[in-house]
């Protein structure tokens, strides 16, 4: 028991006191690291009980009412909603969020975000009032006109399209082959114009907009037969090789098709005519090689963007992905022939 009764000056009274200090900071530390990872289990838990009841709720109005700095966690999900295709989970926080927000900018924000929401969705009505009430805010906002453009293009609403287009001019933004194109569909589906009119006109515009060419060649070859030969050119027959290799027999016309290499090609490959032995395009070479045997194979075709490089497999004149305009090229794709024989386009009518 001598150990006990050391005297403070005897050298192994420092080592017991400095032992005894070390005790004492490891007990501390062990029980703060217990307290906290106690306090962190109880936070983790609250979130997670928290964050079930909002899945189960769905109410995102009542969570942002209980946490309104939760706004911009709610904006990032909306967004992820968005991104996956899941438009209506966007959509009830969208409207959640226009129902709490008073920031007259930020509820602009997400009025256009709804209206873009809307749109994707399908809902064109809607995203259209919401984007014009956007507008009476803020009418300097080229997201909201963007958007507005294509829902009145889809609406067939050239006029009120055309408006939209001047208000984005004067934001400074490139409206040439929006503002071509706008007017080849409102010629086309124009009801005082006689097809006469509609013919001089298409043609006028698309010596200043070659990129019409898939549009132009596909409205003539339904009303104006012989005008859409008479204006074909390698470059515009390329363009439109599926409007070519879906084209109904009683439309084709030899004599005109043998006139341009690639089309000698295309219908060679086709088993129209006999006129080529090989091909320029890859698929076509396939398809004359096959000879007599290519009533196996066919040809289908995709559409790729080349703005945002987005697949397709119908034609767009305005790229669905990315919004661009005339930036569909088109490309064929060799497959086996289904029983029906081709397939009927909806291009022609
Ligand atoms: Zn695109």
Redesign the pocket.
Known sequence: MEFLFIDHRHPLFSVAMLLLVVAVVALANYWWGLLRRRDQDKKLSRFLSRFEADRKARDYKSVLSLQPDSTDSLMLLASIYYKSGEYSEAIKIYLALLEILANKSVRVDVMVLLGRTYHKAGFMKRSRDILLDALKIKARNPEALEILLVIYEQMREFNAALEVLEALEELGRDTTRARAFLQAGSIVSSAALSDEHKRERLLALWQRAPFLSRQVLEFFFNTHVGEAWRQVDASRAKAAMDLFWRLPRDRFNETEACKHPFLRQLYTAKGWIDAASESEVFEFSLLIALGEKREMADLEFEYI?S????EYPLYFHR?P????VG?ARVQPILTARSEGGHEASAAFY
């Open positions: 963007c703005e945002c490089m987005g790229c992905g990315c919004m661009a930036t």
